[in-house]
């Protein structure tokens, strides 16, 4: 299909933009979907209709077929030619008219052409088209294709062709192809003669459209299931499903209420079902957070532990569920042993790929409340590749979203800005509702002070108007690292004090309180950093791990004197070096330098801020970079200019492409993940070979490499 499709385009961007905004997911995901029912396109497609109309009958009829044709495949044209009693004469007038090429693939002069023969032609024409691809069509090698052609041969109902349909929604959905998946449901529940088994189908298919991205065709399916006659389970589904789309689409505070609704009403129906609706609850009521209304996460946490308990053995999700519903009941402490264990078994890919889909992003929330940053970096990136290679557009955002805090918290800003850019151009092409989460996150730790106070005011009016807390909390934690970075201590103080004020927003509000001693230690507020030293220090004894008591030792530096200060920031140091977090063991030597200074300890001072300045720079966080310049200008010492140019003298998309090209992805594998031609890679690997002053791709690993060293 992409390749049918840039040949018919040949490649003109315009049209290569163009394109997928006129076709539905089905259409480009393996070519199960056609352009009828929609209206004409424009004066260009009715001028190939005018030009079609001069041409004999047994051309236009072969047109029709090639049209039907997904792929371009001649040798199957002709076989379907054959059975139409078409002969090969019947292509010369529309070639000399040059509407279409038959070489190696049927290509049409333009995919308005193609799309115009279509449209133009009889219901009864079209369907005696597809029925003679059908048959010219092998059913061992390609029965997902004669499947497709059946249905649209089919004259009114027909369960055998229905159920074809459903066997081969079956082999897509096995090997990843959301968006197929749900266009063969579709047809399946069109052609359904049983009513009731139509709205099964219907659901499923409504489900499986929730999943690729396309909401729209998700309701539009939703509502002809209910008009169907559904037993109690899938009556409980429908529900389930409106909830999951509202949560989608808004991520605000609708969906929390509806959610718990239905994983109540599941409870006597589908226990299993039930607890994950219960655990979709909880997280929808996460985002909610500070705005939930009838679903706030600790009344859903409760609920969820008032439910029946889990089958034996758990599976993964009852193991996440029964982690974060004690979190918020109970603590840190007692929370702490199962969350690990959900963890432990998400990281060792116990869950099927489609329960991984849907719970990683929760799974990383988990991770995150643990510190556990390992845990974190392998899961977000699980959740991204996966994502990508099953075609979930709906979830892919937030995962590129939750990569990108990853890499911008290890200090790999080049990185992190490519996976956002990626995510914003899903985000525009899905019509999800994402608040830029990772691209405030990262404008914040550079220091960019336009950018992210833009992007602070832009989510905190999207948050309140969609009653998303998280993105809130989000906003204002961001502020803290923007103030923070510039030294001003009280907007420091005042936005982390309001991130900490709502603890149900796990993750997020509890990398605020570092911030707030940070800042109230440098307001001479040293009350309030005691109360939030108290509480930061609930949640890293029980994490246990080295980010976590890497950031309390240096929390309790900042509040400490003389030696056990200096030991507390060794320690600090120490931790946080080892561990995945070397945007914030950056800052930590940082504020020992800073320390040191005070202590007029010019020297040791000197030494710890050099590193600072140089860590810092490397990385591309700015401001706090400044900061460190100006703390080394105070002991006399002036910082040697180094410019985020050139330590990161390629681009995000040049850096992303460099790794993928290093870890040995064709130019091909690369433009499919990244959604960009091969020729555009290879573009850009000129580039990335000429600044880097190598020849090919054998030279990547080494070269990069030492560039991760030097930083």
Known sequence: MRDRVVAETRGNPLALLELPRARSAAELAGGFGLP????????????????????????????????????????????????????????????????????????????????????????????????????????????????????????????????????????????GGVAAAAAFLEQAARLTPDPARRGERALAAAQAKQQAGAFDAALELLARARAGPLGELDRARTDLLQAQIAFALNRGSDAPPLLLTAARRLEPIDVGLARETYLEALSAAMFAARFATGGDPLSVAEAARAAPPAPRPPRTTDLLLDGLATRFTEGHGAAAPMLRQAVSAFSHREASWEDELRWLWLACIAALDLWDDEAWGRLAGRHVQLARDVGALSELPLALNMRSVVHTFAGELAAAASLIEEAEAVTEATGSGLTPYGAVVLAAMRGHEAEASALIDVITKEAELRGEGVGMTVAELAEAWLCNGRARYEGALAAAGRATEHPDELGVSAWALPELIEAAVHSARLDLATVALRRLTEATRASGTDWALGIEARSRALLAEGEAADELYREAIERLDRSGVGAFAARTHLLYGEWLRRERRRLDARERLRIAHEMLTQMGMEAFAERAERELLATGETARKRTVETSDELTAREAQIARLARDGLSNPEIGAQLFISPRTVQYHLRKVFLKLDISSRSHLGRVLQSRHNAA
């Open 36 to 175: 009828d029912g929609r209206p004409l396109a424009d004066r260009i497609e009715q001028s190939f209709i005018r030009r079609l109309e001069s041409l004999p009958v047994a051309t236009r009829h072969l047109l029709l077929a090639a049209a039907a044709e997904p792929v371009g495949d001649v040798a199957l044209l002709w076989r379907a030619a054959e059975r139409l009693g078409l002969g090969a004469d019947a292509a010369a007038p529309a070639e000399t008219a040059g509407l279409i090429e038959l070489g190696a693939r049927a290509r049409f002069r333009h995919p308005l052409v193609r799309s115009a023969v279509y449209r133009a032609a009889a219901v009864a024409d079209r369907r005696e088209v597809h029925r003679a691809l059908a048959e010219a069509t092998d059913p061992a090698a390609y029965p997902d294709r004669r499947a497709w052609h059946r249905a649209w041969a089919a004259v009114g109902p027909d369960e055998e062709v229905a159920s074809e349909l459903e066997r081969s929604a079956q082999r897509a959905r096995a090997r």
